[in-house]
């Protein structure tokens, strides 16, 4: 079982950045599919993007599409979520999860293993 923990969480300013990372354990990082995923409060757990196990694809939420950037160092057995042009809405708890295949999905069902979050907040 991938075991999962996130960091960079803070309090930003509206329109600033965040680089949020994921440090995972196990021996089979690099054919697995990772996924990034957020809750705000009284909201349910919503998809922002994933990547595949080798790297090369990616997918992302319409909400998030060409302000955020989802990426993997294989070597560190880390993913990285890049948010730029950050909106109060942004705002939740960011989780991090692993699939059991190597394939991007925005499905919670494909993710068996998952961090315990870090907080994101966006000031207006």
């Known amino acids: 079982q991938v075991q999962l923990v996130e960091s960079g969480g803070r309090v930003v300013q509206a329109g600033g950045s965040l680089r949020l990372s994921c440090a995972a354990s196990?021996?089979?990082?690099?054919?697995?599919?990772l996924a990034w995923f957020r809750q705000a409060p009284e909201k349910g757990r919503e998809f922002v993007a994933a990547?595949?196990?080798?790297?090369?694809?990616?997918r992302y939420a319409d909400s998030v599409k060409g302000r955020f950037t989802i990426s993997r160092d294989n070597a560190k057995n880390t993913v990285y979520l890049q948010m730029n042009s950050l909106k109060p809405e942004d705002t939740a708890v960011y989780y991090c999860a692993a699939a059991s295949q190597p394939y991007p999905s925005d499905s919670r069902d494909d993710y068996p293993a998952w961090g315990q979050g870090t907080q994101v907040t966006v000031s207006s």
């Open positions: 990547i595949s196990g080798s790297g090369y694809s990616t």
């Open positions: 196990g021996r089979t990082f690099s054919s697995i599919a």
